[in-house]
């Protein structure tokens, strides 16, 4: 879940089922600390809402699993010099046959490249394939 604080400052948390509820100690204790914690579970609907672009439903996932691996890679640009730097990645991954996808950051000053794979990769190889690529624009 995205959220702005009165100052300004803006991040992101797990989306907790029980948030601000009669149990919820928040902000005494941070949601990874509490024992009633509740973490929503990724749906049709939910996805549904992020896609739409009138409800604006922000969501994130932590790539790696429990054992290790992952479905996918993403890869941040957000220096002042993104652009280049992620169609350099995206030539190579064409290059290498390698199906990658582009999308633009929030604040529009940057941007995500995702690589998705058929089946869990080892999270060590895939933190390898995504060194490999940018070992090549270097």
């Keep these: 879940m995205r959220w702005t604080n009165k100052a300004g400052k803006s991040g992101y948390s797990p989306a907790c089922q029980k948030e601000w509820?009669?149990?919820?100690?928040?902000?005494?204790?941070?949601?990874s600390e509490c024992i009633q914690q509740a973490f929503e579970s990724i749906t049709d609907e939910i996805i549904a809402r992020h896609l739409d672009a009138k409800v604006n439903r922000t969501i994130g996932v932590y790539p790696m699993l429990q054992d290790e691996t992952c479905w996918f890679l993403a890869m941040d640009f957000d220096k002042q010099n993104w652009q280049q730097d992620a169609v350099a990645v995206m030539e190579t991954c064409k290059e290498w046959r390698i199906p990658a996808s582009l999308e633009r950051s929030r604040s529009g000053n940057g941007g995500h490249i995702w690589l998705f794979f058929s089946q869990p990769v080892e999270a060590c190889i895939v933190r390898k394939l995504g060194s490999a690529i940018l070992y090549l624009l270097i």
């Design 21 to 31: 509820a009669s149990v919820c100690k928040k902000p005494q204790i941070i949601c």
